[in-house]
């Protein structure tokens, strides 16, 4: 069964960090882009981050070098590490996979998706 569990969420400070966790499914995951996306409340499902299976990455300008994606082929782990939050990064954050070549900022061009985990950032 494919899967995708996120786990590392929780509550912050402005001006902190936490680090998301992606466990994926081995036969999604090698030779697949990961994506992280979040949705704020009332708000779109938007693209965060993506990670190529070669490690080349690319990131939405708002969390340009505040943000750090990577990922662990050896324990199919895709992560976010997310520094200098700020409360606008208040959302649900989800990890996805992408099987196709459609745009990796688009939600439509993943297949599978995890259950998202809630990042709280106060001010």
């Known amino acids: 069964q494919v899967q995708l569990v996120e786990s590392g969420g929780g509550w912050m400070q402005a001006g902190g960090s936490l680090r998301l966790s992606c466990a994926a499914s081995?036969?999604?995951?090698?030779?697949?882009?990961m994506g992280w996306f979040r949705q704020a409340p009332g708000k779109e499902r938007e693209f965060v981050a993506a990670?190529?299976?070669?490690?080349?990455?690319y990131y939405a300008d708002f969390v340009k070098g505040r943000f750090t994606i990577s990922r662990d082929n050896a324990k199919n782990t895709v992560y976010l590490q997310m520094n200098s939050l700020k409360p606008e990064d208040t959302a649900v954050y989800y990890c996805?996979?992408?099987?196709?070549?459609?745009?990796?900022?688009?939600?439509?061009?993943?297949?599978?998706w995890g259950q998202g985990t809630q990042v709280t950032v106060s001010s």
């Open positions: 996805a996979a992408r099987t196709s070549s459609l745009p990796v900022v688009t939600p439509g061009s993943y297949d599978y």
């Open positions: 081995g036969r999604i995951f090698s030779s697949n882009v």
């Open positions: 990670i190529w299976s070669g490690s080349s990455t």
